[in-house]
């Protein structure tokens, strides 16, 4: 079996693995859409009162927070996805069994991230984008063009996503200890990404300051491709410098980790 195919088997082990909690996934479905009322009906009241917020109109606040519930879980802003089962391999000392491996460890922990965003947009973000759609109304695209350019957007931030996490969770090899690591990237991830508040909403320097980080990389810009407010090309030049800062910072970061591989437990 060549590489690419042992990759694409993680692939659909993690979609696999995801889609055996149905019962977990129909109750984010349910969170997602509550959840999404609540900001709708916020964001109309914000932007009622201030027409214009973020360089957005109603119709584009409600769009915005409907695809942020759609990707809430597919981007894990919360964190939650393989960073929590990476760090306590680490802790435990089970990490030295990956790297035996005849695999890269980093594109097999992407390849399984992958498998699980997949689901997670599938499984839970369609619903809720779609009752959206239907009941609010929303400034989405009639062009398929724009569509293909808002996908490429959205793997993009799939990959910054990853890498955020990546290197998050290799902090635990000289931590240990997860959980501080997984406030930290729950705080940063909910905050910086624009899930509250769009990133184009926040004022003077602090928003001068966010739109540059990589957690705009998540939301904003997809959001921004997809109800044409940034032109494609800029957006993925963007993302692209992010993705590959953090990914080549990643593998650093493992490359001097796992040189002093520390097995506790056993």
């Known amino acids: 079996m060549g590489s690419w195919r042992l990759y694409v088997a993680v692939v659909v082990g993690g979609f696999r693995r995801y889609a055996t909690y149905r019962v977990a996934t129909a109750a984010g479905v349910f969170t997602n859409t509550v959840f999404g009322l609540i900001l709708v009906y916020t964001y109309l009241a ?7 917020l973020g360089g957005y109109d109603q119709a584009q606040a409600v769009t915005y927070v409907w695809l942020g519930q759609a990707l809430f879980a597919m981007l894990a802003f919360q964190g939650g996805g393989f960073e929590v089962e990476l760090m306590e391999r680490i802790r435990t000392g089970e990490i030295a069994v990956d790297l035996y491996r005849p695999v890269d460890l980093q594109l097999w922990w992407l390849a399984n991230d992958v498998g699980r965003a997949v689901f997670q947009l599938l499984g839970r973000g369609v619903v809720p984008f779609v009752f959206g759609a239907l009941f609010f109304p929303t400034a989405l695209p009639g062009e398929v063009a724009v569509w293909g350019a808002f996908l490429v957007a959205l793997v993009l931030a799939l990959v ?5 996490r990546y290197l998050f969770a290799m902090s635990a090899f000289w931590l240990l200890d997860g ?6 990237l729950m705080v940063t991830g909910v905050f910086c ?3 509250t508040l769009p990133l184009n909403a926040f004022p003077g320097a602090l928003g001068d300051v966010v739109r540059v980080l990589p957690w705009a990389a998540q939301l904003q810009v997809p959001a921004d491709v997809l109800m044409g407010e940034a032109a494609p090309v800029g957006a993925y030049v963007f993302q692209a410098a992010w993705a590959v800062a953090l990914l080549a910072v990643g593998r650093l970061v493992q490359s001097a980790a796992t040189r002093r591989v520390v097995v506790q437990g056993g």
Do not use: D, N, T
Not at 46 to 52: F, Y
């Open 160 to 164: 910054v996503s990853f890498a955020i």
């Open 46 to 52: 914000l932007w009622e009162a201030r027409p214009g």
């Open 179 to 184: 959980q501080g690591v997984a406030q930290a």
């Open 193 to 195: 990404s624009g899930m």
